[in-house]
């Protein structure tokens, strides 16, 4: 049997998850669950991230709904660019055939692929060429992802691109 070792950071790493919304345009909205906590219908955690569709792009709203961006639509299905005040902040892909492999470059040269589930495969994960910082997995229900991502690397344009994967996911 192979065991995978575990990050030396998922011992501090914060728990997030996101949640697909109950209406017809299917909002995100990312929480944060607090540690030795258990997130719940009563207790659902911090909201710390939400997206909002609109009619021609998505807005990124932060938890207190201040705007934190746009992500707009390059190829349908396949592409898309975050923008904040009309600059680009990153862009994401589509990298394989049935849609499990997506890779983000931020403008500021840093690259992350990520793993999002398929069929049984109901892990995600998200790394750079420095190793994973983002290990999650679907459930219960395939509205919820739960993830953790490494100290540190956990910023709003991040979020943002694991809530846009979530919401294709979600779609496909």
């Known amino acids: 049997m192979n065991i995978v070792p575990q990050p030396e950071w998922l011992s ?13 345009s299917d909002p995100v909205t990312i929480f944060a669950v607090g540690e030795n906590e258990e997130a719940s219908e009563t207790k659902p955690g911090t909201p710390v991230l939400r997206l909002q569709p609109e009619r021609r792009f998505i807005r990124v709203l932060d938890s207190q709904g201040h705007d ?14 975050m923008r ?3 600059i680009p902040v990153w862009r994401l892909s589509v990298r394989s055939v049935v849609r499990k492999r997506h890779a983000l470059s931020f403008e500021d040269g840093a690259k992350w692929m990520f793993d999002t589930p398929f069929f049984w495969w109901q892990h995600l994960s998200g790394r750079t060429a420095a190793g994973p910082h983002l290990l999650g997995r679907v459930g219960p229900r395939k509205w919820l992802w739960f993830f953790w991502i490494e100290p540190g690397e956990d910023t709003p344009a991040l979020l943002a691109a694991v809530a846009v994967q979530h919401r294709n996911w979600w779609h496909w």
């Open 12 to 24: 501090r790493a914060r728990c997030y998850y996101s949640r697909i919304g109950p209406d017809s």
């Open 68 to 81: 934190e961006g746009t992500v707009h639509t390059r190829v349908p299905g396949v592409s898309y660019v």
């Open 84 to 86: 904040r005040d009309d």
